[in-house]
Nanobody, 124 residues
Framework: QVQLVESGGGPVQAGNSLRLSCAFS????????MGWFRQAPGKEREFVAA????????YYADSVKGRFTISRDNAEKTAYLQMSTLKSEDTANYYC?????????????????WGQGTRVTVSS
């Protein structure tokens, strides 16, 4: 059974950076597309970024484009989300998700496995 464990969240000042990690186990990491989603209090879960199984093709929500970078290390079975120039509106629980093969997607329901989330709080 695939398991995902996020880490790296916490409080941060606006304008600063933070890197989230997602450790993958229980499957063949290189067969999965990886995504990051977030959910702010009182809001629906939204797509943040995703990356192809090879790592060659990242894509981003418009709200984070140019500030966030998704990457993966297939040897370490870990996905990352580097967040820079953080804003108060980036405050949310951030979730790592894995999708087995298939097409690129920003739709949460099309991901097969989820982590428990890590909280990011950006203060101004």
């Amino acid at each position: 059974q695939v398991q995902l464990v996020e880490s790296g969240g916490g409080p941060v000042q606006a304008g600063n950076s933070l890197r989230l990690s997602c450790a993958f186990s229980g499957g063949t990491f290189g067969s999965y597309r990886m995504g990051w989603f977030r959910q702010a209090p009182g809001k629906e879960r939204e797509f943040v970024a995703a990356i192809s199984a090879s790592g060659a093709t990242p894509y981003y929500a418009d709200s984070v484009k140019g500030r966030f970078t998704i990457s993966r290390d297939n040897a370490e079975k870990t996905a990352y989300l580097q967040m820079s120039t953080l804003k108060s509106e980036d405050t949310a629980n951030y979730y790592c998700a894995a999708r087995f093969a298939g097409r690129a997607t920003t739709t949460a329901s099309e991901y097969h496995y989820w982590g428990q989330g890590t909280r990011v709080t950006v203060s101004s």
